[in-house]
């Protein structure tokens, strides 16, 4: 320290001590607004973070909600696909002679008189 440190002396006027005062409440009140910003701060972090996370969570959700509605609408067109050719069956079946000519075919089944032959489908190797 340098001499003229030492040699300032303070006064311990009631000035003084007022300003003293005075100066421990501004640093009390600046500690508390650093701890109200801090909590706050933190506050609005979680708050902020836990939006996050819900919201990609609902992005998550959504995104395989929309694989699967792609999916059932894929499995929709088939079946729609599959009721139509069925339905055709239907109608192809009720008529008499689709459903003889499908007996004559794979049944062997012969009108009165009519002999049939199979016939290999096989070429015979030479």
């Known amino acids: 320290m340098s001499k003229r440190e030492k040699t300032v002396t303070r006064l311990d006027s009631n000035y003084m001590q007022q300003y003293d005062t005075y100066l421990e409440r501004q640093r009390k009140k600046k500690q508390r607004l650093f701890r109200r910003l801090v909590l706050f701060s933190i506050l609005v972090m979680i708050t902020i973070g836990s939006m996050a996370a819900y919201h990609i ?34 109608n192809l079946l009720n008529n008499e002679d689709y459903v003889l000519e499908i007996a004559r075919t794979n049944y062997f089944f012969s009108k009165e008189g009519e002999l049939i032959f199979k016939m290999p489908d096989e070429k015979p190797s030479y």
């Open 57 to 90: 969570k609902q992005r998550t959700l959504q995104s395989e909600k929309a694989d699967q509605y792609e999916q059932l609408q894929e499995e929709y067109t088939s079946l729609k696909e599959e009721e139509e050719n069925l339905r055709e069956e239907i």
